[in-house]
T-cell receptor
Framework: ETGVTQTPRHLVMGMTNKKSLKCEQH?????MYWYKQSAKKPLELMFVYNFKEQTENNSVPSRFSPECPNSSHLFLHLHTLQPEDSALYLC?????????????FGAGSRLTVL | QKEVEQNSGPLSVPEGAIASLNCTYSDRGSQSFFWYRQYSGKSPELIMF????GDKEDGRFTAQLNKASQYVSLLIRDSQPSDSATYLC??????????FGTGTRLLVSP
């Protein structure tokens, strides 16, 4: 484990289901990120949180709803997803003052939408 | 649209050779650049970053940056089969924003 833990590692859901992805970092970092990784596509930035405040929403559909209750935990709530949302969802964290934007990634949650 | 471009590969090199991975970026405002390695089924891990023109060396890895040409490269000397992975190039395009390329798959044959 890299210090960033994601659960579940694999998730299969129907389009009408509601589920959540969880991320927890044990590194004392203050910024947390959600990225989406699809086959043959670049990593896509979804959301950024700094000190629990959302500072970036990269035009993500509202069927993805992030929540950051504290600097160590980040959730991604999923509802009425589409099959094209099937991907690897990566959480990452960054220490405050990291001017070089060095991210530490979790192992990812592999999501399949049927 | 701020983009980072990489050849998807695969780039095949024999063991012991130098692997050269290349990346171009579109945002001239980008100040720092990153190389991450991602093994199949695993998360990306940082290899090194660079923000000054020229070369930066770390062990068998050398990152090269040419801001005038908007070009970043990663050289891996004495390539090993364990270096076989996908290498992601990323550029810092603003405060906290990192834009990634699609990655180049490297295959090092014994």
């Amino acid at each position: 484990e890299t210090g960033v833990t994601q659960t579940p590692r694999h998730l299969v859901m129907g389009m009408t289901n509601k589920k959540s992805l969880k991320c927890e970092q044990h590194l004392g970092h203050n910024a947390m990120y959600w990225y989406k990784q699809s086959a043959k596509k670049p990593l896509e930035l979804m959301f950024v949180y700094n000190f629990k405040e959302q500072t970036e929403n990269n035009s993500v559909p509202s069927r993805f709803s992030p929540e950051c209750p504290n600097s160590s935990h980040l959730f991604l709530h999923l509802h009425t997803l589409q099959p094209e949302d099937s991907a690897l969802y990566l959480c990452a964290s960054r220490p405050e003052g990291s001017g070089a934007n060095v991210l530490t990634f979790g192992a990812g949650s592999r999501l399949t939408v049927l | 649209q701020k983009e980072v471009e990489q050849n998807s590969g695969p780039l095949s090199v024999p063991e012991g050779a130098i692997a050269s991975l290349n990346c171009t970026y579109s945002d001239r405002g980008s100040q720092s650049f990153f190389w991450y390695r991602q093994y199949s089924g695993k998360s990306p891990e940082l290899i090194m970053f660079i923000y000054s023109n020229g070369d930066k060396e770390d062990g068998r890895f050398t990152a090269q940056l040419n801001k005038a040409s908007q070009y970043v490269s990663l050289l891996i000397r004495d390539s090993q089969p364990s270096d076989s992975a996908t290498y992601l190039c990323a550029a810092n395009t603003g405060f906290q924003k990192l834009v990634f390329g699609t990655g180049t798959r490297l295959l090092v044959s014994p």
